[in-house]
């Protein structure tokens, strides 16, 4: 255990073989399946990967606000060290007042509608433990500011409002102010964009980018857009089905690119030099509750074997940091 | 904003006007000659000539209609063929006693409503959401008068704490008039045993009449809680480690009262259906019983100013949680001035 | 866009191939969301074992003499026994036997009354969400608001006072004093889906309005409108019910639940069996509609 935590110095959260499961109505559908994933410190990581590949469990596992529906069915979740799926209730408290704080998809529906931004915000400042939380001058200055340092104008006024009083990108930039209104070790963003109009989702990204780097957090982006997780991240993980495929430095994956799904994504990806539309992956996601026992990806992937039938390819370190889950690099990148 | 309510006011004033008509009709399509009913059957011809005269009873429907909305109007109900008193000053006597009860029974249905709601949605799935489901079950399956002659049973027989008839207990004074309500009559003059005694003869039919309606109240409010527990804001609101207590009672109970309140009000709506059996089981001398009283003895004119009573009551109330609901949600309060 | 590389040709498509919704397994589907509540499938079997006696009651009546007019004074007022399980009446009469054949009085009033109604209600509702702001929508409803400003079970009891109580003008009065809650209900969904893309482009393809009305809207309004049916089965039962408690109803010597619940309550707390059975018959048959419809419901939502 000691050993453990040492050699995890720098890590804010460190995922080891995770395994989520939900209950619907026709049984069990196995959705993450031997999750690993790490963040260092000040480190902004983004999962990229299709709708329903499980980065959003993922995160919602690490905030601890999963549904009840899901099930933990093995590994384990450190955060700073300790296994918060172990954690008890003051643990809990404690990293939800100082530790984590999430930014949702949908601004629309992330703040309550009945009650105004003002009394939101302080109300989360209340409850983050920072000194003289609960003087309402305190939440007050602090709110101001932190709604000030997201670039949105007359925040005075901002704070009599209703969230429905406002558009779709000043909601989403309350809900980053309120995300680092107070100090936090690890900030969440689940796809913050895609619910926004394609103008200004570049200034959201870029405020959010810049908030974190401020405040000296450490960031995990999920997105589906490889362009957007480029943008924002120092590393970026390629999700598929449950499982990580391929992680790397961002610049280091778009150099080159290994598992056979992450070049698919990245072929996604229109090009100005032309080609046409992109081609797309043939196939889709599998079924979660028969998942093919071997790699996930082997029923759509152009280079399948026959082992990849039989057994999940571990992670292969490719290059120094540049890790994936393929058996075609089994015996380094010369495939 | 208030543009608005007044136009809801013109428009419930409509449905109003279609009332008295639709119970107009209803009467008078009822069989029976209503001016040989008033003078009994052994009167002369002649006089129940002169009494159908002076009702206006020998002329065309319509004029009937006018006649008898005008005295309306002037505050003249008619009189009651069985209490032989003008049908106004009997409403004047009965109404206060059955706003009463409905106010007690409504303040239960809302209080217990919200407790049970609330206490179900934080132990959803677990035992007291089951108990309450239960519960809850009983409260809707069973009719009011089930329950009034249950608790009959149980207070009249088996443990004789609580009065189960009338309104105060014999040999006690009634209160100077002031508001017609005797618990708060009571308190105004300063006698306090004349209020608890009243308050102990409420309570029963108050918590018979409100039983279905805190159960539909507990249902509506964990439906609607639990399903906002599933927003975004409910999961932002956690991960900041807002105290679940304080997530639960005003973050959830909130965005969910629109719902609730409306499904409440109009059962504190209905209640006024109930309580024309729950009045009579328990002897209460309230409108309600008048008025079942006054349709099994096919007093027309007395059941038609009784509905009409009614028809106000629910009309009002509906305006009143439309006014309530309106504040209540900045979605709705915001929307007009904006 | 004249360069897209891929463009498709929509008759080459093979039409077969696209995967069709199949009504078997939406069913089993259904039934499958519906049995995961173990209360629900109780619901449906109560109401299928009370329907089952209340249809084949002579079958199962221990008495059958004693469901009409039968005095039999030696035997009045007699306790649970096992000849006579929920006891006699104080006419000697078996209680049970008397509940199974009220239970006929009961279903009907509830069920047929309101099946009976559904179709005007929901056809006033779906006109006056179609035709909505126009004047036929505005005198539907507004008739419907003056009928909904009365509590229900006011204004059965005030159809009824005007007829000649029985158990066809019960029915009368429930059938009467329920539509509008189905014209309100219809009307809400109309409106709603109204303005629906798939609406309007039925009728820019120019669809028959009773095509559009009847396939494209109904089908959006028949889950709230099984849901709210079934439940106020139960609520009519009840009505019906608390009609016959005060004499409106069924006419004796034939029995039903509510005038039996009102004969034996003056024989408590003694001879408490004679309110106390009629009085769990009315709950259990509430109950199973209750059970019974909630299943609907959460089967029909999307809480998957």
Redesign the interface.
């Known amino acids: 255990m000691e050993t453990h935590i040492k050699e995890q110095d720098n890590r804010v959260v460190d995922v080891k073989n995770l395994f989520i499961s939900f209950r619907t109505f026709k049984g069990y559908t196995k959705v993450l399946n031997g999750v690993n994933l790490h963040v260092r410190r000040k480190e902004k990581i983004a999962i990229v990967g299709e709708t329903g590949c499980g980065k959003t469990t993922t995160v919602y596992a690490i905030a601890q606000i999963l549904a009840k529906q899901a099930r933990v069915d093995g590994g384990e979740i450190f955060f700073k060290g300790r296994d918060s799926l172990r954690m008890n209730e003051k643990e809990l408290k404690q990293l939800r007042a100082s530790g984590i704080s999430v930014i949702f998809q949908d601004p629309i529906a992330s703040l309550n509608p009945v009650f105004t931004i003002g009394d939101q915000m302080a109300e989360v400042i209340r409850y983050s433990g920072i000194e003289g939380a609960r003087d309402p001058r305190v939440q007050r200055e602090r709110t101001v500011a932190a709604l000030r340092e997201t670039s949105l104008p007359d925040p005075e006024r901002l704070m009599e409002n209703y969230p429905f009083q406002l558009s779709g990108g000043m909601r989403q930039r309350i809900c980053i102010a309120m995300s680092l209104a107070t100090p936090r070790d690890l900030v969440i963003a689940d796809e913050p964009t895609t619910n926004l109009d394609v103008t200004i989702q570049d200034q959201v990204l870029k405020i959010l980018r810049q908030r974190v780097e401020e405040k000296q957090s450490a960031l995990i982006l999920i997105t589906h857009s490889l362009g957007v997780a480029r943008e924002v991240a120092d590393r970026i993980y390629v999700m598929y089905a449950g499982n990580m495929v391929e992680t790397a430095g961002a610049e280091e994956l778009f150099r080159e690119c290994l598992h056979p799904y992450s070049r698919g994504l990245m072929s996604c990806i229109p090009k100005l030099s032309g080609g046409g539309i992109a081609s797309g992956i043939p196939g889709h996601l599998p079924s979660y509750y028969a998942p093919p026992p071997g790699c996930r990806f082997e029923p759509r992937c152009p280079h399948a074997m026959p082992r990849c039938k039989q057994a999940m390819p571990p992670m292969y370190e490719a290059a120094p940091g540049h890790c994936v889950a393929c058996y075609l690099y089994e015996r380094g990148t010369s495939a | 904003m208030i543009l608005k309510i007044l136009k809801r006011v013109v428009s419930y004033l409509l449905v109003l006007l279609g009332l008295s008509v639709f119970v107009f009709i209803l009467v008078r399509v009822m069989p029976g000659d209503t001016a040989r009913l008033a003078l009994g059957p052994r009167a002369p011809e002649e006089t129940v000539q002169a009494l159908r005269r002076e009702m206006h009873l020998d002329k065309s429907i319509p004029v009937q209609y006018y006649y008898w909305l005008k005295g309306i109007l002037q505050g003249d109900l008619g009189t009651s063929v069985i209490s032989k008193r003008p049908i106004t000053e009997d409403i004047a006597f009965y109404l206060p006693a059955t706003v009463e009860l409905a106010l007690l029974s409504a303040i239960f249905m809302a209080t217990f409503g919200i407790l049970l709601g609330v206490t179900a949605t934080k132990y959803s799935e677990k035992w007291p959401d089951a108990i309450i489901r239960v519960l809850s079950y009983l409260g809707i399956v069973a009719p009011a008068f089930l329950w009034a002659v249950l608790a009959m049973l149980l207070f009249a027989y088996l443990i004789p704490i609580l009065p189960v008839s009338g309104r105060i207990s014999a040999g006690i004074a009634p209160p100077v008039t002031r508001t017609g309500l005797y618990i708060v009559d009571y308190l105004l003059q300063g006698n306090f045993a004349g209020a608890w005694d009243a308050f102990r003869h409420l309570v029963m039919p108050a918590i018979v009449l409100s039983f279905g309606g805190i159960s539909q109240s507990a249902r509506i409010c964990r439906a609607s809680m639990v399903s906002n527990m599933e927003k975004p804001y409910a999961a932002a609101e956690r991960a900041y480690g807002i105290p679940e207590n304080k997530i639960l009672y005003k973050y959830l109970l909130k965005p969910s009262l629109n719902s609730f309140i409306s499904v409440t009000a109009l059962d504190i709506a209905m209640l006024f259906g109930g309580a024309y059996l729950v009045e009579s089981i328990f002897n209460y001398p309230g409108l309600s019983r008048y008025g079942l009283t006054a349709m099994l003895n096919k007093d027309v004119f007395a059941v038609s100013a009784v509905m009409l009573v009614d028809g106000v009551i629910v009309i009002g109330f509906n305006l009143v949680t439309d006014i309530i609901i309106s504040f209540l949600d900045p979605r709705i309060r915001y929307s007009s001035s904006t | 866009m004249e360069s897209?590389?891929?463009k498709i040709d929509i008759s080459q498509v093979d039409v077969s191939r696209i995967p069709r919704r199949n009504a078997g397994e939406n069913i089993r589907?259904l039934w499958?969301?519906f049995s995961?509540n173990r209360v629900s499938v109780v619901g449906l079997a109560l109401i299928l074992l009370i329907a089952a006696a209340a249809i084949f009651y002579r079958s199962i009546v221990p008495y059958p003499e004693h469901i009409g007019a039968m005095v039999d004074f030696k035997n009045a007022c007699m306790p649970p026994s096992w000849q006579h399980l929920c006891g006699t009446d104080q006419a000697g009469r078996d209680i049970l036997s008397r509940i199974i054949y009220a239970f006929r009085g009961a279903l009907t009033m509830g069920v047929v009354a309101i099946l009976a109604i559904l179709p005007l209600g929901g056809v006033l509702g779906l006109v006056a969400g179609y035709w909505n702001g126009r004047f036929v929508s505005n005198l539907i409803m507004?008739?419907a608001?003056?009928?909904l400003?009365?509590?229900?079970?006011?204004l059965v009891?005030?159809?009824s006072?005007?007829m000649t109580p029985s158990t066809r003008n019960a029915m009368l009065a429930i059938s009467i004093s329920w539509w509008p809650w189905y014209t309100r209900l219809v009307y809400g969904i109309v409106t709603s889906t109204r303005n629906e893309v798939y609406i309007r482009s039925a009728e820019v393809l120019g669809a028959n309005v009773w095509h559009i009305l009847l396939k494209e809207i109904l089908p959006n309004a028949l889950g709230p409108i099984l849901t709210k049916m079934t439940l106020d089965f139960?609520v009519a039962i009840?009505a019906g019910?608390?009609l016959s408690?005060?004499?409106m109803g069924e006419q004796p010597p034939a029995p039903s639940l509510g005038a039996m619940?009102s004969a034996g309550?003056g024989y408590?707390?003694d001879q408490?069996w004679m309110?106390v059975f009629p009085?769990l018959a009315?709950?259990l048959i509430?109950?199973g509609f209750?059970?019974l419809g909630d299943g609907i419901g959460d089967m029909l939502s999307d809480a998957?």
């Open positions: 897209c590389p891929n589907k499958y969301k995961l507004r008739v608001d003056v009928f400003s009365l509590p229900t079970l006011i009891m005030c159809v006072s005007i139960g009840l019910a608390t408690f005060v004499g619940v309550v408590l707390p408490w309110a009085a009315i709950m509430v109950l209750n059970l998957e």
